[in-house]
Every structure is written in C-alpha cells, then in structure tokens.
Nanobody, 118 residues
Framework: QVQVVESGGGLVQAGGSLRLSCAAS????????MAWFRQAPGKGREFVAA????????SYAESVKGRFTISRDNAKNTGYLQMNSLKPEDTAVYSC???????????WGKGTLVTVSS
C-alpha cells in the first residue's frame, strides 16, 4: 500500500505564492508519475499539472501555465507545486495523484485547501 499526503495549503492574498508538497510513502517499488488536481467548491475535479518519474517533461492546464511549476525529488519521494501570482479562481482543494505506470495503479491524497482572497 502507498500513502500520499499533501501539505502547504492555506490562505493567501491574490498575487501571492504558496508551495504545496506531496509526500509518498509505503510500498514504493517502481517508478511513478505525479500529478496535481484541484476541485473548487461546487465544481468537478480538474487537472493542474503532471511530471513523469525522470522529470524530463511537464504538463500544465492552460489556466496555470506560466504561474505554477511542478517539480519532484525522487530521493525524498516528494513532489511540489510552486504556485505564484495566485488568483481567487485558484481557490480549491488540491490533491496529489501518484500513478504507477507498470501496474496502472493510482493513489490519491486527501488534499490540501488553498484559499485565495481578493
């Protein structure tokens, strides 16, 4: 079993920054990709950003391009989402997904709340 725990959420003013962390632990025996998703109040979950095991490519939702940066530290089994120039519409619960490609297995954290005030 793999556990995924997010941290770093909080309340920030528009224009501010936050860095989210995603720590994976437990039975990690193969490489995995990481991704961030978010769910705003009353809306469905949407993709934010993703990064593969070797970190050689990243992908972002159009709404966060140029403002958010995804990264990872495989030695620590931890991923990060640096969020700059935050907007009130970024307010959401941010969840981390760990995907083991070899076994097509997904693990999710419970999420961390980001609130951006105007």
């Amino acid at each position: 079993q793999v556990q995924v725990v997010e941290s770093g959420g909080g309340l920030v003013q528009a224009g501010g920054s936050l860095r989210l962390s995603c720590a994976a632990s437990g039975r990690i025996i193969t490489s995995y990709s990481m991704a961030w998703f978010r769910q705003a109040p009353g809306k469905g979950r949407e993709f934010v950003a993703a990064i593969p095991w070797n970190g050689d490519s990243t992908s972002y939702a159009e709404s966060v391009k140029g403002r958010f940066t995804i990264s990872r530290d495989n030695a620590k089994n931890t991923g990060y989402l640096q969020m700059n120039s935050l907007k009130p519409e970024d307010t959401a619960v941010y969840s981390c997904n760990v995907h083991f490609t070899q076994y097509n297995l997904d693990y999710w954290g419970k999420g961390t709340l980001v609130t951006v005030s105007s």
